[in-house]
């Protein structure tokens, strides 16, 4: 069954949350494996916007983060589905930092995160073509076939690689 496309805005979603000092290190700068986990969770929530489906993580990559997010100021993070192909779902996250007393922004992490759709016995089913309209979106997708074909590299050089408890002897 043909599912209908989607415009990449339906899946965009936004969230915002203050760094408070539990949530940094001792350079009073938010971890970066806690801004991860905030990246995962609303691309989640983007992925499962668009296909209507639980979904799982299967990568991330590209997680580049370009500037600290200090303590009292707020975490902005956008999400939303990029490029898909069959069962899968590439979902671009942007995480910004806001002064929140001068409402400076600055880009502080990009990354694009991969899910599968599963169905209701947890097996990878098909998701929606996705439609870009705008110019950022259009190249992003333009762009994403590439950035596929790199992950599944990537994939099968790690499958070929020797498990690290079994070491070859000499």
Request: proline letters at 3%.
């Given at each position: 069954m043909q599912q209908q496309a989607k415009t990449i805005s339906e899946s965009r979603t936004r969230s915002t949350y203050l760094v408070f000092p539990p949530d940094t290190n001792h350079h009073n700068t938010i971890f970066g494996g806690k801004v991860m986990a905030?990246?995962?969770?609303?691309?989640?929530?983007?992925?499962?916007?668009?296909?209507?489906?639980p979904v799982v993580t299967v990568s991330s990559d590209n997680f580049d983060f370009l500037a600290p997010i200090?303590?009292?100021e707020a975490i902005v993070l956008e999400a939303c589905v990029s490029w898909v192909h069959k069962t899968s779902m590439e979902v671009f996250v942007k995480v910004e930092s806001e002064n929140l007393?001068?409402?400076?922004?600055?880009?502080?992490?990009?990354?694009?995160?991969?899910?599968?759709?599963?169905?209701?016995n947890g097996k990878p089913?098909?998701?929606p073509n996705v439609i870009?309209?705008?110019?950022?979106?259009?190249?992003?997708?333009?762009?994403?076939?590439?950035?596929?074909?790199?992950?599944?590299?990537?994939?099968?050089?790690?499958?070929m690689l020797p498990?690290?408890?079994?070491a070859v002897q000499k």
């Open positions: 905030y990246a995962d969770k609303i691309a989640c929530i983007a992925a499962m916007r668009h296909c209507r489906k200090k303590t009292g007393l001068t409402g400076e922004r600055k880009l502080t992490s990009r990354a694009y995160l991969t899910f599968i759709a599963l169905d209701e089913t098909s998701v870009p309209e705008s110019a950022e979106e259009k190249q992003q997708y333009e762009q994403a076939r590439d950035r596929y074909y790199l992950r599944k590299k990537r994939r099968e050089e790690r499958i498990h690290p408890d079994k």
